[in-house]
């Protein structure tokens, strides 16, 4: 694949030199990083438009152009805090997925399409006030939340953040876990999350120090003894939740069984739920 230019819908059949290109198109957002973490999953940062605000949680278009000079947009979860200057996005990479098969190759000094419209449940504004907050993330499911735990607001609602992530396998908890590591020394935010986020990854495939589903440890209370905490009840704990169908249909049940009910942007309540993609996984 040659670089990946960026153009608008009105692209020309030929790209322009990239410095023109960028100076005609709006929609460019340089990479200024890439961290490949397994042969499935890449880090990316690009710079961000000056104008683009977005609440922690939210998700974008982002893409790039097919071969026929198209854009060929799929939802993003930024993954870095409303307060970030850059953006940072977590990926999959399908093997034979029309995007990540060529996002995957992107480097620093490449420009991708960054469509400026955030949108999502997994906000604040979306929930009640409440004491504790819990984050029930599979896979790149957790990229939303990497925003939501680095910022302050979280720890300014919530007395306690409950992380919990699920892979099948402990390389693919990595992400997760350095950033998780990362923010305890962080000097913005690391005395806000001392004593405040609690991280609970499990996998599923490969022994690892602690293993099981979300929705196993949830239903048999296992993470409740583990983090000694008390079960969820409505008038104290809030989630969000983000993984395949699958996964949200099955903890959507479990919350519902402690009591809490569905909110959203527009009747904010005790959960909310998004799709960290679309089809039955890989
Ligand atoms: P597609 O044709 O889009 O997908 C092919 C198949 O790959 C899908 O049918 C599905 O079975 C599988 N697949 C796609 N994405 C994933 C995934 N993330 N994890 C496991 N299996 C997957 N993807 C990310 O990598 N990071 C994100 O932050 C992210 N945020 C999203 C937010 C929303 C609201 C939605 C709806 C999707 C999000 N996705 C995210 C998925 C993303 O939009 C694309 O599907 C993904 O980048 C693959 O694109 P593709 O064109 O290569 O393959
Ligand atoms: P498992 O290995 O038991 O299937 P995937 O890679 O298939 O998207 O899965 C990511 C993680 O989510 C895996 O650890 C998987 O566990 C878990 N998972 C998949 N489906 C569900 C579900 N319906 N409920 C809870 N966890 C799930």
Redesign the pocket.
Known sequence: MSDPLLMTDAAPATPAPEKTAKAHLPDAARVTAVTHWTDRLFSFRVERPRSLRFRSGE?VMIGLLDDRGKP?L????I?SPSWDEELE????K?PD?????R?QHIKVGDDIILRPKPV?TLVHDALLPGKRLWLLAT??GI?PFASLMRDPETYEKFDQVIMMHTCREVAELEYGRQLVEGLQDDPLIGEMVAGKLLYYPTTTREPFERMGRVTDNLASGKVFADLGLPPMDKATDRAMVCG?LAFNVDVKAILEGFGLTEGANSDPREYVV?????????
């Open positions: 998700f060929l799929r939802a993003y979860s993954a996005f977590y990926s999959i399908v997925g029309p995007l990540t098969s996002l999502g896979g790149t990229a395949s998004e799709k960290a993609f679309v089809g039955d996984g890989i």
